[in-house]
């Protein structure tokens, strides 16, 4: 009976799981949503504070969109 073949991977990160693509595709257009959520919010406030919120909400969801972006363009360039 053959020996089953041995995966070696020397420092690369294993392959990933076709679900975890997935949900960060599904993560990626959720925060899709709220970054136009958060601008629709913006363009009607009128108190400065909640203006101010918005201007972080908006800032935060486009560093978690940019994140994201880049964990998929990883796992679509992983061997």
């Known amino acids: 009976m ?3 073949q041995r995966k070696f991977s020397f420092g ?3 392959e990933p799981k076709p679900s975890e693509r997935q949900d960060l595709l ?3 257009a959720a925060t899709r949503v ?3 959520q958060a601008y629709s ?3 009607t406030a009128q108190d400065p504070e909640l203006v101010e919120s918005f201007v972080y909400e908006i800032n935060a969801l486009q560093s ?3 994140y994201l ?3 998929i363009k ?3 360039a992983a061997p």
């Open 34 to 36: 709220q970054i136009n």
């Open 64 to 66: 978690r969109y940019s």
């Open 74 to 76: 990883e796992l679509e």
């Open 41 to 43: 919010g913006f363009d």
């Open 26 to 28: 599904e993560s990626l």
């Open 69 to 71: 972006l880049r964990r």
């Open 12 to 14: 690369r990160r294993p």
């Open 2 to 4: 053959p020996e089953p």
